[in-house]
């Protein structure tokens, strides 16, 4: 069998993408660590990397022994970590994932408070709004918004997701407001494609009852950040669409307005939080999992919703 510190490398180097970055988590050299990864393959007979100047790629091999490494490692780091803790005081490292405006508007300003009623747990908060794997990536908690799908992971609901077309009042006095879905044709529109290649298209109700897609090539101009459609409208440069809780801020100071709130259907979307499914969840990921369950299911601005908003706030 492998010695651990040569697993413990490999799924650190996977889950950090460089030699280096795990070097700095395992207060290693980078020499070492890359060492530690070569034993391994000449031990297993396989390359688990492929190696460039910029880039460490897992082959097909390493994704599939990382895929069965990973969860035991995180087992035995639970275990460590509970025996440790004697009567349930919760210790050690907890790793969230969260999207990148999501998490910096609403979970980094969880973590401070929790942190201080618990002195002895460090938190590492990754900010990404690519599709991340917990499980192999060793995260204990991820925030995640959009439709929620059968996973074997544990899915905590916050709030729903609700999106709104916004446009600025400058751009609305300058190109009209619309007034209903057919009005939106020649006007600027803002699409999202994210780094997966998936496109979250401008969805309207439609006389069936469900909701149903524009023309994905009525926009004019594509982001890979859904907040960042956010400052196009800003600077009275089109129509976006972007989630109610991360544009009630302007809202609130009348730098946007919300359009077609009567024809607009995003569909169900929510944010929940998800983390492994085990009978006992670790002292130390459970203080986390409650702090922000109970700081996000009572923000103001998560509970929002179109239909409710005040008059002066649309177009």
Known sequence: MPRLERLVAFVESAATGSFSAAARKLDLTPAAVSKS??????????????????????????????ARVAPGLRSLDEAVAEVAQGAGVPRG?????????????????????????????????????RQVD????????????GVLEDSALVARRVARLPLVLVA????????????????????????????????IPFMFRGRAGGPR????????????????????ALLHAGIAQAGLHHAMPFLR?????????????????EIALHYPHRQYLAPRVRVVVDALLEA??????????PAKLPREWLA
Request: some cysteine.
């Open 168 to 199: 600025s009042p400058a751009y609305l006095r300058r190109r009209g407001a619309p007034q209903r879905e057919a009005d939106l044709a020649g006007h600027d529109l803002v699409g999202v494609r994210l780094e997966s290649g998936a496109e």
């Open 213 to 232: 897609p524009y023309p994905a090539d009525a926009a004019r101009l594509w982001l890979s950040d859904p907040e960042a459609a956010l400052d196009v």
């Open 93 to 129: 490292r907890v790793r969230i994932s969260a999207p990148l405006g999501f998490g910096r508007r609403y979970v980094m300003p969880c973590l401070p408070g929790v942190m201080a009623r618990h002195t002895l747990i460090q938190v590492e908060l990754s900010l990404t709004n």
């Open 296 to 305: 996000l299911s009572g923000h103001e601005d998560l509970q929002a919703m």
């Open 37 to 66: 990864v070569l034993k391994l393959e000449d031990e297993l007979g396989l390359r688990l990397f492929n190696r460039s100047t910029r880039q460490l790629r897992l082959t097909h091999e390493g994704e599939r022994f990382l």
């Open 134 to 145: 917990l499980v192999a990536e060793g995260f204990d908690i991820g925030v995640r918004g």
């Open 253 to 269: 100071t009348g730098r946007l307005k919300v359009l077609l709130v009567g024809e607009h259907d995003a569909g169900d979307r």
